[in-house]
């Protein structure tokens, strides 16, 4: 079954392989009447979103998937229902687009020293962007018979301690959850299993992210369907008083991420973070 609003997926204003456009027609094929864009470190697909929203009766949440820092390791914050031109946010996105395209162009270096000849090249082929995020390499090592898969290519070469992996110079987690309050949005913690942390661990992220100002998790993911999954992460939504999220985290076709709306319901007791955006309205 699709649900009626999605609040977390990518088009090729990062590392999605549909328009913004193309990625809200969609939406509202499978039945999604309210959306949420969410690219990578950037806003720059919300205007196209929101004109193709009006023309075929999709609500869309303004939203972005922030990279940031905490403890040395990388988490995703999702932003929701802020100005995208407010001052502050737009310079914090100018500086993370730096730091996308330094570390873009080192993991092309480290893999074409690996003897992945071409790499670079190939990657930012795929969608002629200035900055090529780990998915573009990916999906060039899958098109050019490299690796059978997008699973095979980040566990070989681009997950963390693999030769094409490079540390991102994120912004600390406190300071992009603030970039997103300051310009009136909800900061949410995304797949919070998707970091391959113990529970413990998952906790102390959950109480740093809450102190500095985070106001919600995701629960039902598309990254992390299983209804014990859905469970778990429930359980931590109401311990930490935060507000319920839900996304599919979609790509597009052809990429192994969940069918926009594809994501598992949400548990029925939690306050979801789109009443709190209706109420902040
Ligand atoms: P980046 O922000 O450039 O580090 O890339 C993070 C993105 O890589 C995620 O949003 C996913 O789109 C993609 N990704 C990470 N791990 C995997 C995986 N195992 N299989 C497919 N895509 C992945
Ligand atoms: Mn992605
Ligand atoms: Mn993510
Ligand atoms: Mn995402």
Do not use: N
Not at 15 to 41: C, F, I, K, M, S
Not at 127 to 140: L, M, Q, S
Not at 209 to 216: M, T
Request: with cysteine; hydrophobic share 40%; glycine share 14%.
């Amino acid at each position: 079954m699709t649900a009626a609003y999605d609040l977390h997926c990518h088009s090729t204003a990062s590392d999605g392989h549909l328009t913004p456009a193309a990625v809200v027609q969609r939406a509202a094929e499978q039945g999604v009447a309210t959306l949420a864009l969410t690219d990578h470190d950037t806003v720059a697909g919300l205007a196209e979103a929101r004109s193709a929203a009006a023309g075929c009766g999709v609500r869309l949440i303004p939203g972005v998937e922030l990279s940031v820092l905490w403890q040395g390791r990388t988490f995703h914050v999702v932003g929701l229902g802020f100005d995208p031109d407010e001052p502050g946010l737009q310079d914090g996105l100018a500086r993370m687009q730096r730091a996308r395209q330094a570390r873009g162009e080192a993991i092309g270096e480290r893999l074409e020293r690996a003897g992945l000849s071409g790499a670079r090249e190939g990657a930012r082929a795929v969608a002629g962007a200035a900055e090529i995020p780990r998915a573009h390499y990916a999906r060039w090592m899958v098109d050019s018979g490299k690796v059978r898969g997008y699973e095979e290519a980040f566990k070989r070469y681009l997950r963390r301690g693999r030769v094409g992996y490079v540390h991102g110079d994120w912004v600390a987690m406190e300071e992009g959850i603030e970039w997103i309050c300051r310009a009136g949005g909800i900061a949410v913690l995304a797949h919070p299993l998707g970091y391959d942390l113990t529970g413990a661990w998952i906790r102390r992220v959950l109480d740093a992210f809450a102190a500095a100002g985070g106001e919600g998790m995701e629960v039902a993911c598309g990254t992390s369907p299983d209804p014990r999954q859905v469970g778990q992460l429930g359980g931590w939504c109401r311990r930490y008083a935060l507000l319920a999220s839900t996304g599919s985290d979609f790509h597009g076709p052809g990429h192994p991420s969940r069918e926009l709306g594809a994501a598992p319901p949400l548990p029925g007791d939690l306050p979801c973070v789109l009443e709190a955006l209706d109420e902040r309205r």
